[in-house]
């Protein structure tokens, strides 16, 4: 036997077990003898411990033989040397006396109850032994009227036991703050908001207080905690760039709810409403069932095999009169690894163009390229779950409670412990209220406050010289402009204080470790890259790379954004990031492929829709974008789609950009495919089918190897595990990895020896070798400097927690009765001047045309700016931006427009 | 509707809360009892306003409030009664004192309950509620009307203690 000190061991029930740091006696006990040995109710292992209900009481001993104490066990710390005992005759007493009491004001309809079978309270009364209630029934709740108020949450507080963990799990994990306890002794009672239903309450339907509730008294519609599901699948998300895991309960072909796995790296317990309850648009009647073919001016249902014969005979044909350049694909960063990789490969390895680009060249390709120019790569340096070891948090042109909810809740738990937050965004957002500093600035103006900003880390005195020294380049230069500002033209610019900016500052650079966000405010500017090298420099003069608790890291906006960029999707780097302008790599991806690739580097989707218009480009090929409503300027969208040859549209239902097509191939959901994601911090998670493709549909994957092989390139059949290996094979941070070895958790990238994850980048030396730094100088958009004259306000946009970019899928489940419109916020003093109130109809309108939206007058923007989000197509807000794009990466400046509004 | 509190009341309150350096939090109960004695009770409006002053979410402030019967929800009367009902008072006649003040006040008690122990005479002149002990039981039945303290209430005295409000 090992000899164990005793410092270290304590005893349950008489044998000795060595004890980890900070356990309580119940984490302790679950370590060692498997949770539920000791029964709980208001313990729940995603909350903090909180001691209400005393079932899991055990008796403690400092002697094996001395006096005993009976105490909660969940929340009395352990100490070396303890006697635990889990099962005496006391305990076992105390605790069937105290299930026994709660029964007495508990509805005893189990059998009719929707957690039969999957209910806390049943399974303690089991496990405690209790058979029957002595007591005669005397006043109690059981009248309590059920709240079905809301489209997603429902509760029934005749069944609550009073154990507030899902007041808790408001507080500690959504941060809501919608529930409580009313009142006191046997009045208490949970209550939403000022005593109103969840309807009318804050709540954002996270869910996370109906997965913690240990009954059925919080649920929701779809009856999570059922056991009615035959089979449960873990997959991930198709929303965000979170990744957050699901388990996804299932009975036949049907998809009866969605939880959180709790053992999920990612989420945790916790989700939003998109990924937990956003799922009814995968089965809604209007989805695409077969594939459509344009035939005298109508499209009309066809075969798979008509489709496809259709489409290889037109490409043939268009290859033929106008060479491979004259075709084009857009892939789909909502698409998996594998289905973007296979989709770059047909167009560079079948069709023979670079012509491939994602719908990251509107969110993000400027976060690759700019921190590709100063790292070497282009992905986030860190991991989400540093922000629980950071100790200051600077959130550039992000919203990340609306836009990635799971991860902006983590941030503003964070921020609400005390932790410093830095926000620099033009408006106030949700977690504004928890920041130390919101550095408000005017739209358009990152450039310049990053200036400044690093300008007073330099005045203070907080650089790093020695990490810029060892591990940075070309520092004499950004020194050197950073010296030449002008900071008086710098707060007229930018409208903000310059002192509020010092002092922001001196907090980012004297924390010890410090972490930036960075969203679409950042990169859809006419600098947008530029930038991201701004935020790059600040990490890298500041010392803030290669440990934990810091770092630059991109809140990417689409589940798949990351992956879709490392698998190829771009014209001027093919998979895994490689120039395509290289002829040794250009053999490298030869050979791979067995097939001829170009070497020169294709179209980005603003070119590609330039090139269609003056009909250089004849044929596009459009995997799941809907480029009409989402791209800017939608006039000139339409026209280019109008004047293509042949467009092929993949789609899972019918769009705006799909009434143009030629052929309309019906795609599957992430519901019905497996593949692999890769989120926001690089990792690489397994996506699982939880149902068999809807009637009619095929799987991305599918259609992109049989539409290769009808064009007769042999590509093989599209398998997790097959073409992930083939991934594998080229792109070389993805080298060792497979479908077994991602795990449950998947594994992040670059994928170390035995497929394991590499959580933090760039420790020991830069991607690139040094990191470099870059001086910037501000330059003003075009788009204010044409139009400021005519047109003085800036319009700016962003997202909503309850829908996803243009809504095709959210638009069909029930979150759009939370929220069914776009709004304009406009401050009072503008309001007053245009004589605006809270619900009139506006005219905005800009230099390319004009909208109508509902005005909100809030004190969220400053005066001259206003804000819509856009995801009600109908309103259709990029008829009004501009084309102006990132001067680097063609990225779309949808943040600035110069627009004037009017009352109709 | 945003709270108006008046300038030397925010500025006793900011004091209060000094009185607490680690966390304002702790101020939530001195803060609520300003609040009340000036409003005569506490608003929705008065949550938000006392959650704002000390950076917590209204929810956090209401529980509170909810928690002590001592602080209410609704308006009291002009004048507000609350007699105790302890032991020493109960035994010298609290109930039949109740009772009496009700009848001379025009109250109806009828719909008061555990956590809703006021009643309000219908002019709002008058309020009522039992009281837990007010430390006067040599000298019972007592009671309080606003903040004075009257011992030995005797039903015969009522007519002249009210007219005496005024
Ligand atoms: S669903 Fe989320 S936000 Fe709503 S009450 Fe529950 S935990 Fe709070
Ligand atoms: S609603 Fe559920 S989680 Fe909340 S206190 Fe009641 S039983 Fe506990
Ligand atoms: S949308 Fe994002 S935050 Fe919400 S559940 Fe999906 S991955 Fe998580
Ligand atoms: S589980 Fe420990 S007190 Fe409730
Ligand atoms: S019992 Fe009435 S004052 Fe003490």
Redesign the interface.
Known sequence: MIQIAKDKTAYIDGTPHLIGEGESLLNFIDRHKGRGHVPTLCDAPQLEPYGACRVCSVEVALEVDGPRRTVASCHTPLTPGLHIFTESEKVNDLRRNIVELVLTDHPLDCLTCEVNGNCELQSVAAKVGIREVRYPQGRNHLDRKKDLSHPYMTSDLSKCINCSRCVRACDEIQGQFVLSMHGRGFDSRIIKGFDTSFEDSDCVSCGACSQACPTSAISDIFQSKSIEATNHTRTVCTYCGVGCNLEVATKGNEVLSIQAPPNAETNGAHTCLKGRYAFRFYNHPDRLRSPLIRREGKLVEATWEEAYDHIAENLNRILKDSGPDAIAGISSARCTNEENYLMQKFIRAVIGTNNIDCCARVCHSPTAEGMQRSFGTGAATNSIDDINETECMLVVGANPTQGHPVTGARIKQRAMKGIPLIIIDPREIEITPYAKHHLQLRPGTNVALLNMFSYYILEAGLVDQDFVERRCENWEELEAGLKSLDLDEIEKLTGVDRQEVKAAAIEYASAKGAMSFHGLGVTEHSQGAKTVMLIANLAMMTGNIGRRGVGVNPLRGQNNVQGAADMGAQPHQGAGYLDVTDPKIQAHYEEYYGAKVSGEIGYKIPEMFEAARNGDLKSLWLMGEDVVQTDPNSEAVRAAMANLDFLVVQEIFMTETAQYANVILPASSFLEKSGTFTNGERRIQRVNAAVEPLEGTKPDGQIMVEIMNRMGYEQSACTPEGTLAEVAGIVPFFAGATWEGLGDNGKQWPIQEGCESTTILHTESFKRGLGKFHFIEFKESSEIEDNREQFPFILTTGRLLEHYNCGTMTRRTRNSEIVSKDVLTINPVDAEVKKICSGDHLRIFSARGEVTLEAEVSEEVKPGILFTTFHFPEHMVNNITSDVHDGDTMCPEYKVTSVDVEKV | MALKVPADLEKEIDKRITHYPESKRSAVLPVLHEVQSHFGYIS?DA?VWVAKKLEL????V??VV???PGFRQKPVGKHHIRVCRTLSCAMAGSAELMEEFCKKAKIDRSKVS??DPIAVSEDGQYSIEFAECLAGCGTGPVCMINDDFHEEVGTDKLEEILKNCD
């Not at chain 2, 979410?57 to 956090?60: A, F, H, L, S």
């Open positions: 929705e949550v979410e209204p929810i956090r209401l529980e909810t928690f002590y555990h956590h």
